[in-house]
């Protein structure tokens, strides 16, 4: 079993929609939840980072947490063609940086 | 602004050869990692540093040598570089305190071919 586990997709979403984008995890003692935004052929860039249960809203973006079951979840509202890109899943087990991630959700957003 | 620089941006080599990939940042971060990515299996850790005295090996280190020079140079070395190391490298940074020390900062990449 992967330690971070993201369905690969492809997502695709038409413009305006709620696009869903989940993330399970298997270590039960992570503590910090992160969201990445790859572009093709560009580097990660951090969008979300939530680190306990619950929800955390920044713009368009919620990043949702549920330890109990070992899952992280990010909503995008009003998605635009712009945010068709990669999403990156990052779980830091004990805070000390030996980060681990998903292979990632590609999302495409249709105009 | 204050940046992670990689280079090269690209390079092709040979089955055996050593090759040397280098990492430089301006945002004062005490912290520098190297990851590859490879197509299906995400980014995944190679080493990290703390600070320049310290070096940690990451999830897969086989192979990979590094080097921090200096607080802003982190570089990373294929002794003899083997076809599976055929990937895009990627240096990163963090800093500060708390959470914040969590959040990385990457740089463009390295498309790494080996013949």
């Known amino acids: 079993q992967k330690e971070v586990e993201q369905n690969s997709g492809p997502l695709s979403v038409p413009e305006g929609a709620i696009a869903s984008l989940n993330c399970t995890y298997s270590?039960?003692?992570?503590?910090?939840f992160f969201w990445y935004r790859q572009y093709s052929g560009k580097s990660p860039e951090l969008i979300m980072s939530i680190y306990s249960n619950g929800d955390k809203e920044d713009g368009r973006f919620t990043a949702q947490l549920n330890k109990a079951s070992q899952y992280v979840s990010l909503l995008i509202r009003d998605s635009q063609p712009s945010d068709s890109a990669t999403y990156l899943c990052?779980?830091?087990?004990?805070?000390?940086?030996?980060?681990?991630f998903g292979a990632g959700t590609r999302l495409t957003v249709k105009p | 602004d204050a940046d992670v620089t990689q280079t090269p941006r690209n390079r092709i080599t040979k089955t055996g050869k050593r090759i040397m990939l280098e990492c430089s940042q301006t945002?004062?971060?005490?912290?520098m990692y190297w990851y590859r990515q490879d197509p299906g299996l995400g980014l995944r850790l190679i080493y990290y540093s703390f600070d320049v005295k310290d070096i940690n090996k990451g999830e897969i280190s086989d192979g990979y040598s590094v080097s921090r020079q200096a607080q802003a140079k982190f570089s990373l070395s294929l002794e003899s570089a083997i076809p599976n190391q055929t990937a895009l490298y990627f240096c990163?940074?963090?800093?500060?305190?708390?959470?914040?020390?969590?959040?990385?900062?990457f740089g463009s990449g390295t498309q790494l071919s080996v013949l």
């Open positions: 990052a779980v830091n087990p004990l805070s000390n940086n030996d980060m681990r």
């Open positions: 270590d039960r003692v992570s503590q910090s």
């Open positions: 990163a940074t963090s800093g500060g305190s708390g959470h914040s020390n969590e959040k990385l900062f």
């Open positions: 945002k004062g971060h005490d912290r």
